[in-house]
């Protein structure tokens, strides 16, 4: 990475790496961070995964989703790279739908401290219905504490036309 001083990288290592791994299970310790340049401002980023995939616990079919990502950072941001190799490590991992979006959310929650992060997960249906689990968190005592609160209580109050499933 040009242009930056190594105070500004953090722990960024898979980024520009040409040797990429990717992980065949469940593997948080791919995450990394690099500092936020703008903690005095509150910022919303959102990231799209519409790729994403795991398997149902029980049978072990797969299940396809997009996962939706938004968070308020604090002094850490998540790095782009990693997240995605994060979320590709859930290609042969176990778990329920409403479990994923929950074990992604505990996970960032633990490697960034954001000031508020929600993640919904929007997968396709199996067996006739689909699952869009919906979680967030706001940190303690602060005012992301009531929005994180707000949201889930009016969330998906007015869902979207789905014509793609």
Not at 4 to 28: A, C
């Amino acid at each position: 990475m040009t242009g930056r001083k190594n105070s500004e990288k953090g722990d960024i290592t898979l980024l520009g790496n040409q040797n990429t791994k990717y992980s065949s299970d469940y593997d948080p310790k791919v995450l990394e961070t690099f500092p936020n340049k703008h903690p005095y401002r509150d910022y919303f980023v959102k990231f799209n995964c519409p790729e994403f995939t795991s398997l149902c616990p029980i049978t072990g079919q797969p299940d396809f989703a997009t996962i939706y990502i938004s968070y308020v950072p604090g002094e850490k941001m998540v790095e782009s790279k990693s997240l995605k190799l994060y979320l590709f490590s859930f290609r042969n991992h176990g778990d329920f739908h409403e479990d994923c979006v929950n074990i992604i959310m505990n996970d960032l929650i633990k490697l960034m401290d954001p000031q508020y992060i929600e993640v919904w997960g929007k997968f396709l249906p199996r067996g006739g219905i689909s699952i869009d689990p919906y979680c967030n968190y706001g940190r303690k005592d602060t005012k992301w504490e009531q929005v994180a609160w707000d949201r889930l209580t009016h969330h998906d109050m007015y869902p979207e036309t789905v014509n793609n499933r």
